[in-house]
């Protein structure tokens, strides 16, 4: 039902400085009940391709919620280091919306190992759900915000530190889906804890991104597949104002604003419609990667191996 649920809870990692401080975004991607959305899906619904141009203008001159701290749209001028989401956290961040059994359980798990910051509409309601199910309000924080959907790792910002571990930052790129109150979500997050937000929203530091779509190993190097070449040259379908840029200028913009000096990109599946690399593998540390597997063959199941065969050879 689940397919990758990023919450983990290891006495190794809570052993760390409590000086580090990263945010772990969730993913919340529910393959078998995926037809069964109340919301909109992880992919484009009915009609939101032709939208994208409009929202996508939108978004050129940066952030136009002014009740939010001002983001910065140019790189941090001192070295970065994108966190592995396998890092200690101190806060992991949910938008409450569709699922509510399941967010239930993510939440009484997460509150015994860290704050859990939840974005929602009616905060009362939300502590209403959890305390009627068993669930202390210990830990437990509440931004009520608009939102569009429940998909905060795809649209969530990135725990990146300065000089290693000094600083904390958040790095939020363009959603790739036209839903501008998702889009403006880690607007309200940096605010509420007041950590600086760089955006890649303002050419010519403009890059559209997903968090499905992005893999780190905290030690400069990222995962993707090639849908970040296709979203960034500038030739979408349905708009003209993608963002337009090279190969070698996209990992320059990685390189800047999240200290990655190896950027991997792999072929997409042909039977999935999103493209997404956390649909079929999972980092789990420095050494080991989950993957996927199909009957030898079927479906997607022969390119992600040939993916994994090109991982291993480079």
Not at 102 to 114: L, N
Request: hydrophobic share 35%; glycine share 6%; charged share 20%.
């Amino acid at each position: 039902m689940v397919s990758f649920l990023r919450l983990y809870s290891s006495a190794k990692l809570f052993k760390m400085k409590k000086l580090l401080f990263s945010i772990l975004l969730l993913n919340l991607c529910f393959n078998a009940i995926s037809q069964d959305l109340r919301g909109l899906p992880r992919g484009f619904a009915e009609g939101e391709e032709q939208k994208m141009d409009a929202y996508l203008k939108s978004r050129l001159n940066g952030s136009t919620n002014k009740s939010y701290k001002t983001p910065t749209y140019t790189p941090p001028s001192s070295p970065v280091r994108t966190a592995a989401q396998w890092e200690e956290v101190q806060a992991l961040v949910i938008t409450w919306t569709d699922y509510p059994s399941i967010q239930r359980e993510i939440v009484r798990a997460a509150r015994k190992e860290c704050n859990v910051i939840i974005h929602c509409s009616d905060s009362n309601a939300v502590k209403t759900d959890l305390t009627s199910n068993g669930v202390p309000l210990t830990n437990v924080k509440y931004i009520e915000v608009p939102f569009n959907t429940i998909w905060i790792r795809d649209y969530g910002a990135n725990t990146v530190y300065t000089n290693d571990v000094d600083s904390l930052l958040l790095v939020d790129w363009i959603y790739n889906r036209p839903r501008p109150d998702d889009d403006d979500i880690p607007l309200a997050y940096s605010s509420f804890l007041n950590i600086p937000l760089y955006r890649t929203m303002v050419a010519p530091n403009n890059l559209m991104n997903t968090g499905g779509n992005w893999m780190i190993d905290g030690i400069e190097t990222a995962f993707a597949s090639k849908l970040i070449l296709d979203e960034n040259d500038g030739s979408g379908t349905y708009s003209l104002a993608y963002p337009t840029h090279t190969e070698p200028e996209i990992n320059s913009l990685v390189h800047d604003f999240h200290g990655i000096n190896r950027y991997i990109k792999m072929e997409t599946l042909p039977y999935d419609g999103i493209h997404h690399i956390d649909m079929h593998m999972k980092l789990l540390d420095e050494k080991n990667i989950l993957i996927g597997k199909f009957p030898t063959g079927v479906s997607d199941g022969p390119q992600i191996e040939a993916n994994i065969a090109y991982i291993l050879s480079t």
